[in-house]
């Protein structure tokens, strides 16, 4: 028995490698890994066309396969592959390829990574225990507890200081409300499902302190099995403060005018909605009513006593992240597959951020960035005026698609240094209006240290043409201004970035080491200013143009971020 269940499982390991390494071929190579296990005809056809192939390892693989393959051996190890039926129909052994994927990037063995799953799923509790005495991968311990959690429902509002605690697996029902002066502390690992028409609000008094780590992220999802999973799936995160906006107290979109709850808006800069630390949101955004979407995660006049760092907004309906007014600052944000904007402001944000990556996806998706003042009243105070400082772009490479890297509008200015931007198809940057492009003379809007590489129709048309109905900015040319020598942008050059930075599934960001992303030019490449006395933000070693450091053996991306289809 117990060789068998040896044989079974190393069976089960190659049947997987040759389908990561397939895909890694082509991505329309996609495999029913439940029927590839269990169906021999369907197996030996696809052994026997992997042949054909000029790859050295899949033809290594397609023969340990036959060597111990039961159909093709003349022996059995008993029954179905189970672990296959599992990784098809169980929604959280799902994860299993992206988490032996991630292990064997770090050299861990992804066979040991599987029989830790088969341990749980045939003994239980026991498996906890084994793993606990002998050093189980965290990954998998977290893994370990998802599927042995609790499970807990949860709607309506929360009027005291809570706890969720990562061996249960929590459900929202509804908008969910944290109100008054309460806290809610997640602890890392825990996973939260958003049922239909749900969300989570942090109103402007209360606060969240959610602080994942690499290996045990807090993840936001929908409650729809994985596999069915899909933008707008449930709301979002919203989180409320008493910041400055530039039209005194607001009430955020997504929620009913006439419930208080719902405002936001004060007069202190230093406003605190929590802590949001490696924390991933997915299939977020449902739409409320025309015109009126929640997004993956909303931030309203939270002020920069606020932590939000390491974050993904991934797959939302909406924005990716929209910040409404504040002063909020972000580190190392990922926003992948927006359905709108990835990120949109509007009403005075003047935060700080630094390391982010935007990829756009060619199915839906607008811009890479929006960035408004106010329509009504473009030069309102206090001016939204965010300063953005290493980020890597990427659009969807889509010609059919109307995506531009930014639209900078109705009177927002901002500070933008060391972007890499690629991909996007109808243009790099807009400077959309008159009052917009005024802040360019007096040096409240500027772009420096930037690459752009295929942009564009044909690949080289970096700004859209403006004339008659379609020129609005009062004459500025947008052209003129960023091929200027004194703002350091080059054009045309390839940043040298993986073939699988525009993968929607297992994207690599990092850029070759000889990337001209990592030469900075003479004008100053890290920030002057720090904020807040006796607060450091700004990581001052980044020298470097793009949110991941060319070269860069592993990147702040690894562990904690997925890209889910659905």
Known sequence: MATARRERNEFVHLLWEFKRELAKLDDEN????YQFANDQSYREEL????LQLNSRKIKKIVQEIRAIDPATNGHSFGGQVDDAAAVQNNSLALELG??????????????TLIIWVLLVAIVGGAAVYVAMTFGL???????????????????????????????????????????????????SGTTILGDSGSALIVTRDAKLYARGTESEPIIFTSSQPIGSRQRGDWGGLVLLGNAPLNRGVSHIEGIAENDPRGTFGGSDPTSNCGVLEYVRIEFAGFEIGANNELNGLTLGGCGNASIVRYVQSHRGLDD??????????????????????????????????QFLV????????????????WKQQPDAEPRSAPTIYNATMIGSRDQQQDQSAMVIRRGSGGTFRN??????????????????????????????????????????????????????????NEEYYFTNPLNYNRFGINPKLPILAFSLDRPEFTPDADSVAGAVTE??????????AGGEFWDRSANYLGAIRPGAGESWLVNWTAFPIN
């Open 30 to 33: 996609e495999i029913n890994f």
């Open 358 to 373: 935007v990829q756009q996806y060619s199915d839906e998706g607008d811009n890479g960035f929006e960035g408004d003042n």
């Open 98 to 111: 992206s988490i032996a994927e991630k292990a064997n990037q770090q050299r861990r063995s992804p066979m």
């Open 523 to 532: 004008v100053a490449s890290t920030p002057v200013n720090d904020g807040p």
């Open 137 to 187: 991968p965290q990954q998998i311990a977290a893994m370990t507890r998802n599927i042995m959690a609790k499970h807990e429902t949860v709607s309506g509002s929360i009027l005291q200081s809570t706890v969720w605690h990562s061996d249960t697996i929590y459900t929202l029902q509804g908008l969910v409300f944290l109100e008054g002066d309460a806290t809610l502390t997640i602890e």
């Open 419 to 476: 972007f890499v931007i690629t991909g996007f198809p109808s243009s790099a940057i807009d400077v959309a209006d008159e009052p917009t492009a005024a802040l360019i003379e007096t040096g409240e809007l500027s772009f420096k240290n930037m690459i752009f590489y295929s942009i564009g129709k044909g690949g080289s048309g970096y700004f859209a043409a403006e004339t008659g109905d379609a020129n609005k900015d009062g004459g500025f």
């Open 320 to 353: 990716g992240i929209e910040v409404f007014g504040g002063t909020v600052d972000m580190r190392n944000i990922v926003i992948s597959g927006a359905g709108d904007d990835s990120l949109d402001w509007d009403m005075g944000w003047n935060g700080r951020v």
């Open 47 to 50: 052994l026997e066309k992997a």
